[in-house]
């Protein structure tokens, strides 16, 4: 049995809070909770998770409600949840981040504080920022992005590191990155969620 640690997380709050409980609340089997708490792999330390985490950077299509999307880039994430026997269970989600496009996003609002505390808040982060090599601060909200998260129920075959991945839930969720010129864009990342996470 793995040494694990429960997430902790602030269900309200900050940008980073709600995209936090977006990603770990509200699609990973949200009716588990808290019977099934959510917790991090391997290590009571949060900054051993992060060397867990996977990346691939190169290019490549997925399909989210039947249409298709440029990932530039893309992210495995491993965490565990617990089944109904009460064992812990590997369990990993996708990140992929599609290109963005060209236009502008009105009124972009903060969404990666300087300072992440709680452990949600961390990864969460981590997931933002991830979108560009080196790491941006410089990712925004776009306005009302949480009422916009769409859910895909339907099952996916995505692509990581030359590799078919079967995704069982996924999830799409807008942001504004920063473009080469210094511009905030509309961009989207796409999260997927492999196995009896999302479920």
């Not at 990603?23 to 708490?37: G, K, L, M, W």
């Not at 808040?121 to 997931?127: G, N, T, V, Y």
């Not at 590799?163 to 010129?181: C, G, L, M, Q, T």
Request: include cysteine.
């Amino acid at each position: 049995m793995p040494v694990s640690q429960e997430l902790t997380c602030n269900t309200t709050g900050t940008e980073l809070d709600k995209f936090a409980k977006v990603i770990f609340a509200d699609n990973i089997a949200p009716y588990r909770s808290p019977a099934y708490p959510i917790v991090n792999p391997s290590s009571p330390s949060i900054d051993d998770w992060f060397r867990l985490v996977q990346k691939d950077g190169r290019g490549g299509r997925w399909t989210f409600k039947k249409q298709d999307y440029y990932i530039a880039r893309s992210l495995r994430i491993p965490y565990y949840v617990m089944d109904p026997d009460g064992q812990e269970v590997s369990e990993h989600i996708l990140v992929g981040y599609v290109e963005p496009a060209e236009q502008g996003v009105a009124s972009p609002g903060n969404w990666t504080p300087a300072t992440a505390s709680t452990d949600c808040q961390k990864i969460a982060a981590f997931i933002v920022r991830s979108q560009a090599n080196p790491f941006s601060l410089n990712v925004k909200t776009v306005p009302n992005w949480d009422a916009r998260v769409k859910v895909n129920t339907f099952p996916e075959t995505w692509q990581f590191r030359g590799s078919p991945v079967n995704i069982e839930k996924s999830i799409r969720v807008p942001y504004s990155p920063v473009d080469d010129a210094g511009n905030n864009v509309r961009a989207v990342m796409l999260l997927g969620y492999e196995g009896s996470g999302a479920y």
